[in-house]
């Protein structure tokens, strides 16, 4: 490997004039700043980030963990996140939770183990306060994404949750729908907390009965045990819509009443928080309350920057994204009413 010293020989200078053409420092005439450039091009030479890192005390690296990189929210999360990272001179770690406690954890020892300036987190549940807390302890800043965790102070960037699922619950009603069945997240996990919360709401207001015998918890990887969805469509008043809390979740639904000869929305309507990514482009057909994915990792990582660079001096803050209501083909009146 070519050092320093080699380019130094090479080029009839000290090993500190080097240094200094490399980090930009110290007074050097533009010749010799040319001829030491050149001969480390010529000699093919790669910087030791770790050794730049030692002095300066930064890695120009950043990391990103989020919880399901196959959701195209995180999927285009992560595009915003990384273009405003190069756009800052900033390399970018990625790790993939799997909404797992066990997996996060493997991500946030490597996190600390290479001491990466700062880190841009979508934990995987409430537990994940013990993850973050470690993360103090090593002086790691940290911005939390599109979740927050109860107790953890942080610097956010949340979406408008609860009043996208009351826009969405507020369509149904409009439409006709009384009974709506909620699939939903953990309730160990913000957002689930948060669009149940604007389900009910919207229930409230238009004094409609609350029943938790339609509303189940799911992970929001994908909808996988159709048995218990089977049990609601076969009641005898059985929902005519219902509100998938995630995209993931939708897509899963909407195959398994396909595959049972249920027609969407002919027979049941389905909505859903989050967009289905370039799917919706080729086939817009889900009526969904869509976030603003790529700004959110944009905004995280500018938030994370600025956390880094003022450290305790600055105040925390939350940014609140909205969501917006797109209407498609998935939502139509009750059947009752066709």
Do not use: W
Not at 120 to 144: E, G, K, T
Not at 188 to 213: F, I, M, N, Q
Not at 303 to 314: D, F, N, S
Request: contains cysteine.
């Amino acid at each position: 490997m070519v050092t320093i010293y080699d380019i130094a020989k090479r080029a009839n200078v000290s090993a500190m004039t080097v240094s200094r053409v490399i980090n930009n420092s110290g007074r050097i005439s533009a010749g010799t700043r040319e001829k030491v450039k050149r001969i480390m091009e010529e000699l093919n030479y790669i910087p030791n980030s770790t050794a730049r890192s030692l002095v300066k005390q930064e890695t120009k690296m950043l990391s990103l963990l989020i919880t399901d990189i196959t959701n195209p929210f995180f999927t285009t999360l992560a595009r915003g996140a990384e273009d405003a990272a190069h756009q800052l001179g900033y390399k970018l770690l990625f790790g993939n939770s799997d909404e797992k406690l066990s997996k996060e954890k493997e991500y946030v020892d490597m996190v600390l183990s290479t001491r990466v300036d700062g880190l841009l987190f979508a934990p995987a549940s409430d537990a994940s306060a013990d993850h973050l807390a470690m993360l103090n302890v090593h002086r790691i800043p940290f911005v939390l994404v599109d979740r927050e965790v109860p107790g953890v102070e942080a610097d956010m960037v949340l979406g408008e949750n609860r009043t996208g699922a009351f826009q969405l619950m507020e369509h149904l009603v409009s439409l006709g729908h009384r009974r709506v069945a909620l699939i939903n997240g953990f309730g160990t996990v913000s957002t689930a907390r948060e669009r149940y919360a604007g389900y009910r709401e919207a229930l409230e207001r238009h004094r409609l009965p609350y029943d938790d015998s339609i509303v189940l918890e799911y992970g929001y990887n994908r909808f996988d045990d159709p048995a218990k969805l089977e049990r609601i469509l076969r009641m005898p008043d059985p929902p005519t819509a219902i509100f998938a809390a995630n995209n993931m979740l939708a897509v899963s639904i909407i195959g398994y009443l396909r595959d049972r000869g249920v027609s969407v929305p002919e027979q049941i309507s389905v909505v859903c928080f989050e967009d289905v990514g370039m799917a919706s482009e080729l086939d817009p057909f889900l009526t969904v309350a869509v976030q603003p994915a790529y700004e959110f990792g944009y905004r995280g990582i500018e938030l994370l920057m600025e956390r880094i660079r003022r450290k305790e001096e600055m105040e925390r803050q939350t940014i609140r994204l909205p969501s917006e209501l797109i209407v498609r083909k998935s939502a139509g009146a009750p059947p009752h009413r066709l």
